[in-house]
């Protein structure tokens, strides 16, 4: 009895808390979409993409969204303070927490993330 109930809590926070994940990597998407996109999209038609391409020859990969490196600070500092043409975006277009759910969804690895602070 006990364990059933306790088993049915488990499953329940479980999957609150996969929801909850699920629900900021589509904030983070969406936040990408509206304002990254534009410039760092996958494909040559994307300035910030072609920009990045030429400074890392091939290091690693142009388009923001295949990079694996991006630690959440680095991408903080740009969006915040902007580098050459990209613009620095303010509170009043990319909250705190929507700045959280980008850095998370471009980090790609929120459990691993999570496992070692
Ligand atoms: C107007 C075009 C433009 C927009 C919009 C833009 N960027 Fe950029 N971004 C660039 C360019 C161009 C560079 C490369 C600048 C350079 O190094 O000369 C860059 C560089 C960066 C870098 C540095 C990467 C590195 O390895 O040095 C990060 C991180 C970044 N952008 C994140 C973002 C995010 C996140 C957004 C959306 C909130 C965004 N950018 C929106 C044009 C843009």
Redesign the pocket.
């Known amino acids: 009895m006990k364990f059933t109930s306790a088993l049915i809590l488990a499953g329940f926070y479980l999957s609150n808390s996969l929801g909850a994940w699920a629900g900021e990597d589509a904030q983070g998407k969406q936040?990408?979409e509206k304002?990254?996109m534009?410039?760092?999209g996958k494909g040559t038609e994307y300035?910030?993409t072609?920009?990045?391409d030429a400074?890392?020859k091939g290091a690693?990969p142009g388009a923001?969204e295949d990079?694996t490196d991006?630690a959440p600070a680095?991408?903080q500092y740009?969006?915040r303070n902007g580098?050459?043409?990209?613009?620095f975006?303010r509170k009043t277009e990319?909250s705190d927490s929507e700045l959280d759910a980008?850095t998370r969804y471009?980090q790609k690895q929120p459990a691993q993330a999570a496992a070692q602070p």
């Open positions: 936040v990408f304002w990254c534009p410039c760092h300035p910030g072609l920009a990045l400074r890392y690693v923001l990079r991006l680095l991408v740009f969006v580098i050459s043409v990209m613009p975006f990319i980008l471009l």
